[in-house]
């Protein structure tokens, strides 16, 4: 067997590879916010409500119309949009008996600014 003395070694050159972090824009209680916000969004049923809604152009939407669209019953579209609603992300407005949802205005802005730094680079 063999050992390997320091004279036998090759020396690699030192190289200074890091960029120095910029620090973060983000304090405790925002990141907290948009936690929140993300968990809610991190679930496709979710997603695709939020995309309805969008589409909607600002127009309130009653639960009943999600159900055909997603194929989920009347209680679990209303747990959805119940998350949704619980994040700040949509509003909703009671009609009768009738729930109707839209996005509140701005909710998704703080989704955005966090990560547009990273955007513009891309």
Not at 13 to 24: F, K, R, Y
Not at 69 to 90: D, M, P, R, Y
């Amino acid at each position: 067997m063999r050992l390997v003395t320091s004279r036998s070694l090759t020396e690699l050159p030192v190289i200074n590879c890091c960029t120095p972090l910029a620090g973060s824009s983000l304090g405790e209680r925002q990141a907290a916010q948009l936690e929140s916000v993300l968990k809610a969004l991190a679930d496709r049923q979710r997603l695709r409500i939020l995309n309805m809604l969008l589409r909607a152009d600002g127009a309130a939407v009653c639960v009943c119309e999600f159900e055909p669209f997603l194929g989920l019953s009347q209680g679990t579209v209303s747990h959805h949009l119940k998350v949704l609603a619980e994040a700040g992300i949509v509003a909703r407005e009671g009609r009768g008996n009738r729930s109707y949802f839209s996005l509140t205005p701005g909710a998704l802005d703080a989704v955005r600014e966090v990560f547009a730094p990273a955007a513009a680079r891309c």
